[in-house]
Each structure stands twice: as C-alpha cells, then as structure tokens.
C-alpha cells in the first residue's frame, strides 16, 4: 500500500512539473535563469548590476516620481508603478523579464530605449512578459506600470 501511494505521488508531481512547463512552452526563449532569480528576489535586492532580480512594492502611479511618463498609458486609472535602478556594466543586449502583468520601459541617458524584442504568456508561473533591450555601460532605469502588490523583476545579460 505504502508503495502504491508513493508512486501515486511520484506521478502526480511528474504530471504537475510538466503541466506547469506546458503554459511555458510559447515563450520566444528560455526564462530559467530569470525565473530562478525572481523566485529568490528580495525588495532591496542584492546587486545593483545583472544579473539581477527586485521585488518591487507597486505604489499608487501619482506617488512615485517616474522619470519619464510611462510610454504607454496605463488603461486603469487606478495603475500602481515601480521603480529598479540598475547599472549596466558593459554594452549589449539585455532582458528585462516581469512575474506578473506590468507594462515596462527601460530609460538611459534620459530616453526610452526601444525593445529589440519580447516574448510572453499568462500561464507560465514565475514568468509574464521578457522584454530584449540594447543599452549602454551604465545607469538605466526600469519603470514599471500596473496592477498594485508587488511585482517581481529580473535584468540580465542575453546569452
């Protein structure tokens, strides 16, 4: 009997690994490295250069001192924003990939620098949206817009 059940629970939670990766699978690219990050993410973070990961607390849009304005406006009147300050050690292609539905833009040297591409899906868990970013060594800001709560951030290097 013992032995019936373990292997029941060993099925069980092969099937629930996989039907966890099916919702992953439209993805553009692969978010393992981001996913594990943001899953260990701290709202201080560790690190000011990616790779890296925040969990940013979503304030009220009209209590946090954005930059810029939002490239697209946010459709809910009641939108929530967060803010991760990041330093990009040398130039290159970088990705900036969300937990949870948020609109991101990535500002350096005072402009928003375009998404050289993205990828996204809603049943993927630990993983939203991963937007590609050609930046500069230096400061970038990530703003972030959308529902409050918290939101889960990670910046790193493409491969």
């Known amino acids: 009997?013992?032995?019936?059940?373990?292997?029941?629970?060993?099925?069980l939670s092969g099937g629930l690994a996989q039907a966890a990766e099916v919702g992953c699978e439209p993805?553009?690219?692969?978010?393992?490295?981001e996913r594990a990050l943001i899953a260990a993410a701290t709202e201080a973070g560790d690190r000011s250069s990616p790779p890296l990961a925040r969990r940013l607390v979503m304030r009220?849009?009209?209590?946090?001192?954005?930059?810029?304005?939002?490239?697209?406006?946010?459709?809910?009147?009641?939108?929530?924003?967060?803010l991760a300050s990041v330093t990009v050690p040398e130039?290159?292609?970088?990705?900036?990939?969300?937990?949870?539905?948020?609109?991101?833009?990535?500002?350096q040297d005072g402009t928003y620098r375009r998404a050289e591409a993205f990828t996204g899906v809603r049943d993927c868990?630990?993983?939203r949206k991963s937007v590609r970013f050609r930046l500069d060594a230096g400061p970038v800001t990530i703003q972030?817009?959308?529902?409050?709560?918290?939101?889960?951030?990670?910046?790193?290097?493409e491969p």
């Not at 993805?27 to 490295?33: P, R, V």
């Not at 900036?96 to 991101?104: F, I, Q, R, Y």
């Not at 972030?144 to 290097?157: S, Y």
Request: aromatic share 4%; glycine share 14%; net charge neutral.
């Open 1 to 11: 009997m013992r032995r019936g059940l373990v292997t029941v629970a060993a099925l």
């Open 27 to 33: 993805l553009a690219w692969t978010l393992d490295t």
């Open 60 to 82: 009220p849009l009209s209590e946090v001192a954005l930059p810029k304005p939002p490239e697209r406006a946010p459709r809910d009147a009641g939108a929530h924003a967060g």
């Open 91 to 107: 130039p290159g292609l970088y990705r900036v990939t969300l937990d949870a539905e948020g609109w991101l833009d990535a500002i």
């Open 125 to 127: 868990p630990g993983i």
């Open 144 to 157: 972030v817009t959308g529902p409050g709560g918290a939101i889960g951030l990670a910046v790193t290097r």
